[in-house]
């Protein structure tokens, strides 16, 4: 019992500690740097062309963002959904207190997104450029941003209607989003005032589905062979490649079973509208623009002499999974879901460096914040790491937390809580009779090895799920937001009803 107080004990006081110290630092407005934020959509951590996880993916400006800059190993969201993750990276907050939990919830009125400090305390030009999707289902501008090219809800891949400062422009000629977005990116660069710093946040629609790849790109892979993850089938399927030892299919969840013939499962995926190789092959193709799209800005801020002073950070808004555990999509919290891919150089960050700590959407808006001489704000959740990209060593972290509340239109996933460090994860499911989950992924990488039932390591869930508990108490995320739904709306689940 002493042991798991003292873990809880650590966290709490670690992540209070983290928050004063940051809180009180005045602002210092002498050496800030221009900021470029990339966000790409449903890009999950491994499929990037130098992570070697994919063989014929081709991602040339990604893998000049980890050679020319700095690789964040293990960076995750706390929340694998796109609102509620894009909420947590503006608020610096966690879900459970912006109360954006899912796709339809409403900003809460009063909400401070961090450009507006920027803005307003360091002389900030700013301009948001793409994918906003946070509850209101229109495209107008939102506070914090000088500049505005948004688009209603999820967007269209072709012939986009933009929202440009005000007025709608329309580009037909089988424009392709990706592309549009990255020139409205440039125009705010090239026309900015050059007497004040600059932070441009452009938000792909990119690669969310359903994919449709550039013109360009359409069949690249059409001839490339799909690899099968080893938990994608229950050991003695014929498509199996794993056996029940390798595999302890047994204690995975009910409820994850059953997904897997449903909209979000291998053998039922988009109820029968498409398969999956193709599936896997359209996203690597749709991925290909967002990387030229990377590589555009950086040639352009290169071709200025503005790299030197400009921090690039790309990342994904929530990760995707490919087969694991028989599942598509994301929302639950294995690593293909939760985890996600960011990159950042230029303005003086050390050239091919990695970053191993663990770090979270959360912690954008602080670190963005930090490179404008700002501190973070006493109402925020996460903390800068500038430092670390900097090759700095500093207090850090050694657990993330994790939250999915259970949504109307996709009932197949419950409501889920995870704590992970660099050695274990523990997974808590809500409102369900199922059974939970304890993977050590140190050496389990997969998650193919359920250890909630094995009695040598029950102390470690119970500590685990103490240190879970005291995360939601020290952040006020005991009592679970439950939002109204939204009429008829959900008819692909529940035909004409309210």
Not at 56 to 82: I, K, Y
Not at 420 to 439: A, Q
Not at 455 to 464: G, I, K, N, T
Request: aromatic content about 14%.
């Amino acid at each position: 019992m002493k042991k798991v107080l003292s873990l809880v004990l650590l966290i709490v006081i670690a992540s209070a500690c983290s928050q004063k110290e940051q809180s009180s630092t005045q602002p210092d407005l002498s050496n800030r740097k221009n900021v470029v934020f990339i966000l790409s959509d449903d890009h999950r951590y491994d499929f990037m062309g130098f992570m070697g996880k994919v063989p014929f993916l081709e991602t040339p400006n990604m893998d000049r963002m980890a050679t020319e800059g700095v690789h964040v190993q293990n960076a995750f969201v706390s929340t694998s959904l796109c609102s509620p993750s894009r909420a947590s990276i503006l608020s610096g907050q966690y879900a459970h207190n912006h109360k954006v939990v899912d796709n339809q919830s409403l900003i809460p009125e009063g909400t401070v997104f961090f450009p507006e400090y920027l803005q307003k305390e360091a002389g900030y030009q700013t301009g948001f450029i793409g994918k906003w999707h946070m509850g209101e289902h229109h495209s107008g501008k939102r506070p914090g941003f000088d500049f505005w090219a948004s688009f209603k809800g999820q967007g269209v891949y072709y012939n986009p209607t933009i929202n440009f400062n005000g007025t709608d422009e329309v580009h037909g000629d089988s424009a392709y989003v990706t592309d549009v977005l990255t020139n409205y990116a440039i125009d705010f660069i090239s026309n900015r005032d050059k007497e004040k710093p600059f932070f441009l946040y452009l938000s792909h629609k990119g690669v969310h589905a359903d994919f449709q790849p550039a013109k360009r790109h359409l069949g690249k892979y059409e001839t490339e062979p799909v690899a099968y993850p080893p938990t994608m089938f229950p050991p003695g399927h014929e498509r199996s490649t794993v056996s029940a030892d390798q595999y302890n299919y047994d204690d995975l969840p009910n409820w994850a079973k059953a997904q897997c013939n449903s909209w979000h499962g291998v053998d039922y995926m988009y109820h029968g509208q498409i398969n999956f190789e193709d599936f896997y092959r359209r996203y690597c193709e749709t991925l290909l623009s967002v990387d030229e799209s990377i590589g555009t800005v950086l040639d352009y801020l290169e071709k200025e002499n503005l790299l030197e002073n400009t921090v690039v950070i790309y990342m994904g808004d929530n990760g995707f999974s490919f087969g694991e555990h028989g599942l598509i999509d994301k929302r639950q919290a294995y690593e293909e879901s939760m985890r996600v891919p960011m990159l950042a150089m230029g303005g003086g960050i050390p050239a091919a460096s990695r970053v191993s700590e663990v770090v979270q959407n959360v912690d954008v808006g602080p670190t963005v914040m930090d490179m404008a001489g700002l501190g973070v704000k006493a109402h925020m959740d996460g903390s800068s790491f500038k430092k670390l990209l900097y090759q700095e060593s500093i207090p850090w972290r050694d657990t993330v937390y994790y939250e999915y509340f259970w949504e109307r239109p996709f009932p197949q996933t419950p409501t889920v809580h995870a704590v992970r460090t660099s050695k274990y994860k523990f997974i808590r499911y809500h409102g369900v009779w199922d059974i939970n989950e304890l993977y050590d992924i140190e050496n389990d990488p997969n998650e193919m090895n359920n250890l909630i039932r094995n009695d040598d390591y029950r102390e470690v869930a119970e500590e685990l799920r103490s240190a879970l508990f005291a995360w939601l108490s020290e952040t006020g995320g005991e009592s679970m937001p439950l939002k109204p739904d939204h009429g008829r709306r959900f008819d692909h689940i529940y035909r004409d009803t309210y």
